[in-house]
Nanobody, 128 residues
Framework: QLQLVQTGGGLVQPGESLRLSCHAS????????IGWFRQAPGKEREGVSC????????NYADSVKGRFTMSRDNAKNSVYLQMNSLKLEDTGVYYC?????????????????????WGEGTLVSVSS
């Protein structure tokens, strides 16, 4: 059964940190690029970061550059999102998602409308 199971999230104050995890099962993990996305209340889902299937290349939304770090451990079928210096505007439901890569394993093609599998989402709430 194909699954992306997310852990982490919660309520923190501005300036604090959180780490999200996403564990995959049921597919060949290192054939997939993985993205983190988020959806704030009343807003559309947006991309946060993407990591290539191989090689560990990453990209980030401008709003999180320098604060968030995405990584993956293919041996553990897992990806992580370390979120530091959290801001009020980082509040939202965070989703991990997987996209099968048939070409360049170093590509970063994560887009909201193009992913194959999605996690169930986890709430990150930043509040003072």
């Amino acid at each position: 059964q194909l699954q992306l199971v997310q852990t982490g999230g919660g309520l923190v104050q501005p300036g604090e940190s959180l780490r999200l995890s996403c564990h995959a099962s049921g597919f060949t993990f290192d054939d997939y690029a993985i993205g983190w996305f988020r959806q704030a209340p009343g807003k559309e889902r947006e991309g946060v970061s993407c990591i290539s299937s191989r090689g560990g290349r990453t990209n980030y939304a401008d709003s999180v550059k320098g604060r968030f770090t995405m990584s993956r451990d293919n041996a553990k079928n897992s990806v992580y999102l370390q979120m530091n210096s959290l801001k009020l505007e980082d509040t939202g439901v965070y989703y991990c998602a997987a996209l099968r890569i048939w070409g360049d394993p170093f590509s970063l093609p994560c887009k909201t409308g193009g992913m194959n599998y999605w996690g169930e989402g986890t709430l990150v709430s930043v509040s003072s």
